[in-house]
């Protein structure tokens, strides 16, 4: 089964500045990779698809890339805001031909005005 | 809203006890799924199904745990004899017909308490 790792510690970054998210897996290679935001208390909402042939997908503020030699996944906030401060989730499918998704512990962003 | 809902948003059990919750999957999408969370930790799948077949189903998905979507629309979770351990974030979520690696809409979850 696939195994996700993302930064377990808070990020603490400044109002305005880029924030980075990491995203490793270990095992096989996704066909595609999703980022979800999470509130306290709520579902998560997802933000972005990426695709195994993608290298960068952007929305707006938000740009993720997706290295598949590296087995890693990096999720970019520009000119971040205090409403960004939220817990973000890196999701793969499981392999196999299984349906579903693997979820990482997801990183809890605050970003302070 | 048509958004994906569930019911009831809090639950507080004591051990031992039977509960049930319910999903109400966006109208158009066929694949609904449940995710256990806990306090810390990213969603974990559960199960998975297909309009009413259930296709998948965790190992983490114990005997005393039971998902049904009876006509292909909403869909309850079970869980019997309920354990302190069950203590979690239930969620439910859906996605599109024929598209298995599209976005899940997630509901915003039952928040089950054992005591």
């Known amino acids: 089964s696939q195994k996700i790792e993302q930064n377990s510690e808070a990020l603490n970054i400044q109002e305005g500045k880029t924030a980075t998210l990491t995203c490793n897996y270990t095992?096989?290679?996704?066909?595609?990779l999703q980022w979800y935001r999470q509130d306290p208390g709520r579902g998560p909402v997802f933000l972005l698809l990426?695709?195994?042939?993608?290298k960068e997908k952007r929305k707006e503020r938000l740009k993720v890339t997706f290295d598949t030699t590296l087995k890693q996944s990096l999720f970019h906030i520009t000119a971040s805001q205090p409403a960004d401060s939220a817990t973000y989730l890196c999701a793969l499918p499981p392999g196999g031909g299984a349906d579903g998704l693997t979820f990482g512990k997801g990183t809890h962003l605050i970003i302070q005005p | 809203d048509t958004g994906v809902s569930q019911d009831p948003r809090h639950k507080i059990t004591k051990r031992g006890q039977n509960v049930t919750f319910r999903c109400d999957p966006i109208?158009?999408?066929?694949?609904l799924y449940w995710y256990r969370q806990t306090l810390g930790q990213g969603p974990e799948f559960l199960t998975y199904?297909?309009?009413?077949?259930?296709?998948?189903k965790s190992r983490l998905l114990s005997d005393r745990f039971s998902a049904e979507r009876p006509k292909g629309s909403f869909s309850t979770l079970e869980i019997q004899r309920t354990e302190q351990g069950d203590s979690a974030m239930y969620l439910c979520a859906s996605s599109v017909n024929g598209a298995p690696n599209t976005e899940a809409f997630f509901g915003q979850g039952t928040r089950l308490t054992v005591v």
């Open positions: 990426i695709r195994e042939n993608e």
């Open positions: 095992n096989y290679s996704p066909a595609y």
């Open positions: 199904f297909q309009n009413e077949a259930q296709l998948e």
């Open positions: 109208s158009e999408h066929n694949r």
